[in-house]
Nanobody, 121 residues
Framework: QVQLVESGGGLVQAGGSLRLSCAAS????????MGWYRQTPGKQRELVAQ???????NYADSVKGRFTISRDNTERTVYLQMNSLKPEDTAVYYC???????????????WGRGTPVTVSS
């Protein structure tokens, strides 16, 4: 079983910083994509940042220049460094990964439970 465990969410004032972590564990052959989405009530879940093919990254326009995604040497733990936070960044942040669990096995999407981030004015 593949699991994604997030941490690092919390309350911060505008202009502050937070660092989110997501650790993937279980039966993993390859992680094809891994990154972060966020969602607020009444709004669809949106991509924040992710690793795609190779070491390429993709960021939402709203966070470019403020957020940085990174990963450890195992490429099974990703981080989201969030700087210059704004109230509109308030959301539940979800870790997402597309994972192959073995040769000949399907590529599946996995989600963490989410970690809330609240940015005060």
């Amino acid at each position: 079983q593949v699991q994604l465990v997030e941490s690092g969410g919390g309350l911060v004032q505008a202009g502050g910083s937070l660092r989110l972590s997501c650790a993937a564990s279980g039966s993993i052959l390859n992680i094809h994509r891994m990154g972060w989405y966020r969602q607020t009530p009444g709004k669809q879940r949106e991509l924040v940042a992710q690793f795609i093919l190779g070491s390429a990254t993709n960021y939402a326009d709203s966070v470019k220049g403020r957020f940085t995604i990174s990963r450890d040497n195992t490429e099974r733990t990703v981080y989201l460094q969030m700087n210059s936070l704004k109230p509109e960044d308030t959301a539940v942040y979800y870790c997402n990964a597309w994972i192959s669990e073995g040769i000949g096995r399907a590529l599946n999407a996995y989600w963490g439970r989410g970690t809330p981030v609240t940015v005060s004015s």
